[in-house]
């Protein structure tokens, strides 16, 4: 089984082709669709090494890393597809745009892949060194990057949603051990709700997560040396470890470089250098709950060093002092996602929509209320949205719980029916998310369950296939079932 995400794996996907490629020849052995869910189950793979590729408009193409089938056991594979930014096609009529038929997007960006790092001509090998590759993004006499005419220090900066900048000088407040890096990108005029904290552009980083097979790979192991070989200019050499530390449920991602960088100032007699030394740490967990429940956790550490931090033309090795510095940084992710059912904002796409409804179906458990669940909504929303929320309840019934224990009831006809054909099976009474005229029944004092007998092997994924593109029972499950059924409604009936 595949669960085919976007957004560092925080978006189930749907609708998204996936085909099944046998390596290392590459043909395709089968093909579909990923459902509501984002999940995509190919059904009896004979064992071997395979691959999946995911094509989704709007998408990048996405091949995953590859994994083993092995004879009776089931592969779990996360395949994250990343956006693809096209430019739109605009219509010139004569008549001028009044200021409602504006046609100016609400956030124009570039974007670049951190394997550019890996092939580039870069001067140094940090994504601070990528960003001068966009357009609109140049580097200072100083040093300092220039993001759309900006100054420095109006720009903001996000990793993976968290926001840093260095609050006393306005400069981005870390470094990423080069493999850590996923892409870079800049957003123009990011006015949307979900940013702030700057005056001309947003730099986001998004940084790579584990992986489902375990790899282990060094970089950057030549050092750049001066001219004539007089010394090591520069000595980056890197170190990646990603893997499953559990198999389909929690991935690790562990990055180290070593920095060692001369920067000779020519203006100056024997051109001194200033000297940056650095050991950069990246660490980050991420833990797949459930299908929408998602935590993940990152720790940076980037302690470094310079030696003469601010010699330039006027300023000689004697009057510049050495910088040192100990900066890490660590967040939590907590993601939680409800089904927006229906989703209702706005009259045109170039129009921010003053107001928004969202339609959610929820199951609530026997034992909870209203009230309590609104308080659910209201906190994960946090305070400032839940302060302009109205939450109105429109339809609602009251979770019911059939008599399983009374002995003379319905309840033991039915265990006592699978104990019978199955010796070893063990009935339990569940709770049915799905909803069913039943409950009106019981509300009625008539005892009803729901009794569909199948025996499935244990890696069978039956419960996940509800209302999925490939909705199926075994018919040796189907045989097994059908013979319980017949014996529970004989032994209820005398």
């Known amino acids: 089984m595949a669960t085919v995400t976007t957004l560092e794996g925080t978006v189930q996907l749907s609708g998204t082709q996936v085909e099944l490629r046998e390596q290392p020849s590459g043909a395709v052995l089968a093909m579909t669709r990923s459902d509501g869910a984002?999940?995509?189950?190919?059904?009896?793979?004979?064992?071997?090494?395979?691959?999946?590729?995911?094509?989704?408009?709007g998408f990048v193409d996405s091949v995953s890393t590859a994994f083993d089938v092995r004879a009776g056991e089931a592969a779990n594979v996360l395949l994250d597809v990343q956006l693809t930014f096209t430019i739109p096609t605009v219509d010139v009529v004569a008549k001028a745009p009044s200021p409602t038929d504006s046609i100016q997007p609400v956030s124009m960006s570039d974007m670049l892949d951190g394997t550019l790092m890996e092939s580039s001509p870069l001067e140094g090998d940090d994504f601070q060194s990528l960003l001068p590759l966009l357009p609109g993004v140049v580097r200072g006499a100083d040093g300092r990057l220039r993001v759309k005419g900006g100054q420095p220090t109006?720009?903001?900066?996000?990793?993976?949603?968290?926001?840093?900048?260095?609050?006393?000088?306005?400069d981005f407040d870390l470094e990423l051990p080069a493999p850590s890096v996923e892409s870079v990108e800049v957003l123009a005029n990011p006015f949307a709700a979900e940013f702030g904290r700057f005056a001309t552009s947003v730099t986001q980083i998004r940084t790579r997560r584990g992986t489902d097979e375990w790899e282990v790979k060094p970089g950057s192991l030549m050092p750049r040396f001066h001219k004539g070989f007089r010394g090591i200019r520069g000595f980056e050499p890197r170190l990646s470890v990603r893997g499953p530390l559990q198999r389909g449920r929690l991935f690790l991602a562990q990055d180290w470089q070593y920095r060692f960088v001369e920067t000779p100032?020519?203006?100056?007699?024997?051109?001194?250098?200033v000297?940056?030394?650095?050991?950069?740490?990246f660490t980050r967990l991420?833990?797949?709950?459930?299908?929408?429940?998602?935590?993940?956790?990152?720790?940076?550490?980037?302690?470094?060093?310079?030696?003469?931090?601010?010699?330039?033309?006027?300023r000689p090795p004697e009057t510049t002092p050495s910088l040192d510095q100990q900066g890490w940084s660590s967040g939590l992710l907590d993601r939680f996602a409800l089904s927006p059912n229906v989703v209702q904002g706005g009259v045109k796409f170039n129009v921010i929509p003053g107001s928004a409804t969202l339609e959610i179906d929820v199951r609530r458990l026997p034992g909870s209320d209203e009230v309590a669940f609104e308080d659910t909504i209201r906190g994960l929303l946090g305070p400032e949205l839940a302060a302009i929320t109205d939450i109105e309840l429109v339809i609602a019934s009251d979770p019911l719980v059939a008599p399983y224990e009374d002995p003379d009831g319905l309840y033991p006809v039915l265990a006592n029916a699978v104990r019978a054909h199955d010796p070893e099976g063990t009935p339990l009474p569940i709770m049915a998310p799905f909803g069913t005229d039943a409950k009106h029944l019981l509300g009625l004092g008539v005892p009803v369950f729901g009794f569909s007998p199948l025996r499935q092997p244990p890696e069978e994924t039956y419960l996940e296939r509800w209302?999925?593109?490939?909705?199926?029972?075994?018919?040796?499950g189907l045989r097994w079932g059908l013979p319980v059924l017949y014996d529970a409604v004989r032994r209820f009936c005398g």
Do not use: C, W
């Not at 109006?154 to 306005?170: H, K, Y």
């Not at 000297?275 to 740490?281: A, G, Y």
């Not at 470094?304 to 033309?313: E, L």
């Open 265 to 273: 100032v020519k203006s100056l007699p024997d051109e001194p250098d």
């Open 275 to 281: 000297e940056l030394t650095s050991f950069d740490s």
């Open 467 to 476: 209302h999925g593109v490939d909705e199926r029972v075994s018919i040796d």
């Open 154 to 170: 109006q720009a903001a900066l996000q990793v993976s949603t968290a926001s840093l900048v260095d609050p006393s000088t306005g």
């Open 38 to 57: 984002g999940h995509v189950v190919f059904p009896d793979v004979p064992p071997g090494r395979y691959t999946l590729g995911a094509v989704r408009a």
């Open 286 to 314: 991420d833990a797949i709950l459930s299908a929408r429940h998602t935590v993940g956790g990152a720790l940076i550490i980037f302690p470094r060093n310079i030696n003469q931090a601010t010699m330039n033309t006027f």
